[in-house]
């Protein structure tokens, strides 16, 4: 797809004496948001995890705005403008959230020296990160948590976004929150590829879906496509979307 942001062709991954991806073909479209569908189990973190380096591809390509990032570290592949909110949200308790916020914005070396006009963005969204600003992140909700997971990913702009499971856990008004953060991130133009298991989630949300089932892709196409065909969701993820 001449498209394409992210492609990952033919991508194996073993973890120890395991094998956990088979073969991954996976095509994510620049300016689209791509929803990573499966049950449990079937590979969708370690999908996330291979992209990002921390775990290696043991054949195969990772392929990013036309390179070759399969065997980069970690650190080189976020220095490429990809964000990564992994599944535990990786915050760290101690730190403020300012601190944590801070962390995350590269070119800045203390809060003054932040994207005022995006925080005030980023404080529309999600409204928690502003009001617990100088609040221990420890001490927050587990949604309040995921908010400022997404919300400390974006503090400067990045060109690719990879979630796990955005809505895991979360309240319905603040997964309402979550979807309008998304759709304003697509309208400006970030690509993003989410893992999630919330189907109402995936289906307000996706322009793409691809399926995994036992380490591989097993369905690839519009989301559209298949939240209207009630046969292919219950063969692919055994449910009704």
Sequence with gaps: MSDALLTLEGVHTHIAA??????????VPRGQLTMLLGR???????????????????????????????????PQIAGLNIAYVPENMGIFADLTVK????????????????DEARLQWIFKLFPAVE????????KLSGGQKQMLAVARAIVEPRELLIVDEPS????????NNMIEAFQQLKAGGVTVLLVEQNINFAKRLGDRVAVMDNGVVVHAGAMQELAGNEELQQSLLGLAL
Aim: no cysteine; charged share 15%; net charge positive.
């Design 18 to 27: 395991y094998h956990i991806l088979h073969g991954v073909d996976l095509v």
């Design 40 to 74: 449990n189990g079937a590979g969708k973190t370690t999908t996330l995890r291979t992209i990002m380096g921390l775990w290696q591809a043991s054949q195969g390509r990772v392929t990013f705005n036309g390179q070759d990032i399969t065997k980069l570290h970690t």
């Design 99 to 114: 601190e944590n916020m801070l962390l995350a914005a590269r070119h800045a070396r203390n809060a003054s020296q932040m």
């Design 131 to 138: 009001k617990f600003w100088n609040h221990p992140a420890g």
């Design 168 to 175: 895991k856990g979360l309240a319905p008004a603040i997964i």
